[in-house]
């Protein structure tokens, strides 16, 4: 099966890597504006390097669009007539919704929204979410196909409308950069005000917070659970936990209100 990807920024790279690692019967056709940037795939017998979006609409059936948002819909526009009659589009740019995707391109299409957990290691476990948004009249057999596809590589979770995805889009996708700056500040923080080594406690507090999660993430313990086997009445952790029990529902707040509003 030919599978197209229009743009290789991060989540085209995520996207095309771990299918790659698939090992499956697939042939990308990619195209990206820099073209450096796919260079490294001309010996690759299982990737077809195009030259235009124009090439990847020709050759393929089933097309993921991975560019930025406001470039959405000027790409579709631009291989909407170069498309095969049974062309299967799906994209990846959040805040896009099918209402203005249907002024350019009356067939049903998928939002996809990947998660770079997502990345691909070497144990190929299953890692991050990927939500799927299909839109209305969305033939059975493509619904079938972009669910198999991420759930190769990642846990897939369907959603129901565009506010679904806009709230879920936070937690999946948006989650990892505000994981990885807490732990920055936080080592940061202690770096410079204690005289401790960064690198020492960057990998010490990440091995700490994978550790953790997965506890909750196994369901060996819940989160309430989890903190109460951690801190003692009227101990340091308790202390802690008393502060940022009281801080931290206004920040969450303040962080929603301005990324939904």
Known sequence: MNIGIIGYGNIGELLTLNILNLNEDYKLFISNKTHSKIDKFENNDDVVICSSNKEVALNCDKIIIAVKSPQLIDVIAEINPYLKEKAFIIHTCAGIGFDEISKVYDKPVTCVIPSIASSICENKDKKGVSLIYNN???????KTF???????????KEVKNQKELELFTVITSCMPAFVALNIKSFVDFMALNYDLNKNELFDLLSETVTSSSNLL????????????????????????????????????ENLLNTLLK
């Open 136 to 142: 209305a009249n969305l033939a059975s057999e493509n």
């Open 146 to 156: 972009v669910k198999d596809l991420f759930s190769k590589f990642s846990i897939v």
């Open 217 to 252: 993430s196994s369901n060996i313990f819940t989160a309430d659970e989890l903190m109460g086997k951690v801190a003692t009445k009227k101990g340091i952790t308790q202390k802690g936990l008393d502060l940022l029990d009281d801080e931290l529902p206004e920040i969450y």
